[in-house]
C-alpha cells in the first residue's frame, strides 16, 4: 500500500511547540488551498502504478484542531477527486485535545483509516516544557475514544526532549504499547533554527542529545515496541535537501539513523544469542535478508562481534529457520527488566565501540552537536 501525502503546515495548530519548524520539515511556507491539494495529488495519480492501493495521508499541524467546516472540506475534496475503488483509506495526524467526541464522530462518517496522534511523551513535565498543547490525560481519553469508534491510530514519540529521560522515553513506549497503538514513529529531538528550542540552547538552558544517547533510547524503544505488537514506521526525521541539514543547529542527527538503530538491535540479539549458550561462536542458518540485517549498518555489527571476542558464521538457506521474532520477543523481555536484564544491557564499551564504529558520528555528533 502506498501513502500520499498531503502536508497542512501549522494548520490548526493553537500554539508553536518548542521544537517545531514545519515549514522547514514540510518544504511548504504556508497551508496549501484546496486546488494546490488536488493538483498534487494528480501529480502523485501519474506516477500509480496499475491497481496499486493506496491511502491519501494530511500530515502537518493539528488536522482535527481544525474547524469542522475546514476538516470536512479536506477529507471531501479528497473523496470527490478519487472514485471509491480508487481509494483505500484516509489517514491524519493530529494533537490528542483535539480528539473529543464531537471530532470522532465527524470522522466516523467518512472511510478514516488511521490517525497519528502527536503524543511525543507521557510525561506532564515533559510536555509542559515543550510547550505541547495537551496532557497525558488528554492521550488516553483520545485513545479510548478512536478505539470505541474502531479507528486504527498511531502514536509519535521523542526523545531529547527539555526534561526527558532514557526512563521516561522507555515508560512512554510501554505506554504506547498498552493503550492499543497500531503504529509508532520515533524522533530524536533536533534543535532547529530560530526555534523556541534554539533560543534555550543559546542561553545555556538546553543540551542536545548526542547520537550515542539517542541510541540507547531508540533501540530499547523500538524492541519494546516492535517485540509487543506496535509496528515502528519511521526513526528519525528525513531532511530531504542540503540547506534543510544546514538548519539542524544540535543534535543527533544522522542520516541513516534507522539503521544504526536496528544494528544496535540485531547486536543485541547476536549477544543475547551467546550468552544464553556461554558461547563464543555460534553458526547461524540465515535467508540472505536476514544476513543483512544482521551484519548491520556497513557491517558494523559484524566488525563489533569481532572486536567482543564473538564469531558468527551465517550459512544461507532460501527458507527462513532463525526465529528472528522469537529473538524480538526475548530482547523484548530483557529491555523490559526480565532476569538477564543486567548480564548484557549495559555494557558501556561496547556501547561506545558501536556508536564510534564507521560513520556513527558523521554529523550525528562531530558536525551538529557542537554548532551554536
Same mark, same amino acid.
Given at each position: 500500500? &502506498? ?36 493538483? %498534487? !495529488? ?14 491519501? =495521508? ?12 475546514? /476538516? ?8 470527490? =477527486? ?15 485535545? @483535539? ?9 466516523? *462518517? ?19 516544557? =515543550? ?11 483520545? /485513545? ?14 521523542? %526523545?531529547?526532549?527539555?526534561? @526527558? ?7 512512554? /513506549? ?6 492499543? /497503538? ?7 529531538? !533536533? ?21 550515542? $544517547? ?9 524492541? #519494546? ?16 535537501? &542540503? ?44 535467508? *540472505? ?25 551465517? &550459512?544461507?538457506?532460501?527458507? =527462513? ?31 561506545? $565501540? #558501536? ?18
Amino acid at each position: 500500500m &502506498k501513502i500520499l501525502p498531503l502536508f497542512l503546515p501549522f494548520a490548526g495548530c493553537t500554539r508553536r511547540c518548542i521544537f517545531c519548524d514545519e515549514h522547514l520539515l514540510t518544504g511548504q511556507q504556508r497551508i496549501p488551498e484546496i486546488p494546490d491539494l488536488i493538483r %498534487t !495529488l494528480e501529480e502523485y495519480r501519474i506516477h500509480l502504478k496499475p491497481l496499486e492501493s493506496y491511502q491519501v =495521508a494530511f500530515y502537518g499541524g493539528s488536522f482535527l484542531s481544525l474547524s469542522d467546516v475546514s /476538516a470536512r472540506m479536506y477529507i471531501e475534496s479528497v473523496l470527490n =477527486a478519487f472514485s471509491e475503488n480508487e481509494l483505500e483509506g484516509i489517514r491524519l495526524s493530529t494533537t490528542p485535545e @483535539s480528539i473529543t467526541k464531537s471530532s470522532v464522530n465527524m470522522l466516523s *462518517q467518512f472511510p478514516v483509516s488511521l490517525v497519528e496522534i502527536g503524543v511525543q511523551s507521557f510525561d506532564d513535565h515533559v510536555l509542559k516544557l =515543550a510547550r505541547r498543547p495537551h496532557s497525558v490525560h488528554d492521550v488516553y481519553k483520545a /485513545a479510548d475514544l478512536l478505539k470505541s469508534a474502531g479507528i486504527a491510530f498511531g502514536i509519535h514519540l521523542m %526523545t531529547g526532549l527539555p526534561g @526527558s529521560t532514557i526512563k521516561t522515553e522507555l515508560f512512554s /513506549a510501554t505506554e504506547a504499547v498498552r493503550i492499543g /497503538a497500531a503504529l509508532c514513529r520515533l524522533n530524536p529531538t !533536533l534543535v532547529l533554527e530560530e526555534t523556541g528550542l534554539h533560543k534555550l540552547l543559546r542561553n545555556g538552558l538546553y543540551k542536545a542529545q548526542t547520537l550515542d $544517547e539517542a541510541i540507547e533510547s531508540l533501540w530499547r524503544m523500538y524492541v #519494546l515496541l516492535e517485540g509487543n505488537g506496535v509496528k515502528v514506521i519511521r526513526i528519525g526525521l528525513c531532511l530531504n535537501s &542540503k540547506r534543510d541539514r544546514e538548519r539542524v543547529v544540535s543534535g543527533p542527527y544522522h542520516p541513516a539513523i534507522g539503521d544504526l538503530v536496528l544494528s544496535r538491535v540485531a547486536f543485541e540479539m547476536l549477544f543475547l544469542l551467546c550468552s544464553e549458550g556461554k558461547k563464543r561462536y555460534i553458526s547461524l542458518p540465515v535467508t *540472505q535478508q536476514q544476513k543483512s540485517f544482521f551484519t548491520g549498518h556497513r557491517r558494523m555489527v559484524e566488525r563489533l562481534l569481532e572486536r567482543s571476542g564473538i564469531r558468527v558464521e551465517y &550459512k544461507i538457506v532460501n527458507d =527462513a529457520v532463525l526465529d528472528t521474532s522469537q529473538l524480538l520477543e526475548d530482547l523484548c523481555f530483557c529491555v523490559s527488566g526480565g532476569e538477564v536484564n543486567e548480564a548484557f544491557l549495559d555494557p558501556p564499551e561496547r556501547v561506545q $565501540e #558501536l556508536c564510534a564504529s564507521d560513520e556513527a558520528q558523521h554529523i550525528g555528533r562531530d558536525n551538529v552537536s557542537c554548532r551554536t
